[in-house]
């Protein structure tokens, strides 16, 4: 093992107590299958929750529900983690088994988690204020745009095929894999004259939403 633990501290911007729990957070269960990031992670994932969930009432607070689920889901899914995790360099640091580094779309998962992960270790370390500050911190640039319109693509894409071609959008379930408490759904969109566009999701209406928005990319409307 040959991780520089100080200049992931200061990447981090925090001096940790307990250098033990950092080094969990960034461990994956196939470098070390007894002590690893996955509780951690599921404990960074409901505190990541807990903090936009008040930042954004505190922002919105005449807002529908279901507009505020939207934004959050746009803030704390898989992808935005990853690019928080590849904007503090996690790659360099994660402790990752031989076997899965071969993959790029695992490698983009396990950062992802190890950016959930080393929130749930900020907060056993230092308490929820400094983890909350840290959150909005690093996540400011996304919660500045989280202000634009929220574009319900499946609606759009239903739209456009309804007018187009009258019929709607055929959605298929391709795989549920991942933990119970934080399964990975991927789904298929296709609509008259396109082949299936995949994507994944925290849940099959989060995924379907990505897929949406994808295939919308790829015929220029959106």
Known sequence: ????????????????????????????????????YEI????GDRVLGLSISNKLIELYPNEKVGILDKRFSNLVNKNTCYLIGNKLKLNEFALIGNSKKKSLNVENKIISDICESLIGAIYLDKGFKLTNDFILKIWSDYLKVSNETIVDAKTKLQEFSLKK??????????????????????????????????????????????????????????
């Open 1 to 36: 093992m040959n991780v520089n633990i100080n200049k992931l501290q200061k990447i981090l911007n925090i001096k940790f107590k307990n250098t033990n729990l950092l080094l969990q957070a960034i461990t994956h269960k196939s470098y070390n299958s007894k002590i690893n």
């Open 40 to 43: 951690l992670e599921f404990l």
């Open 165 to 222: 071609y009258k019929s709607l959008p055929l959605y298929k379930i391709v795989s549920n894999t991942g933990p119970r408490h934080k399964p990975v759904f991927k789904v298929g969109v296709k609509i008259k004259n396109t082949k299936f566009t995949y994507s994944n999701g925290s849940s099959k209406k989060n995924a379907e939403q990505s897929a949406a928005s994808i295939l919308l990319k790829k015929l220029n409307l959106k």
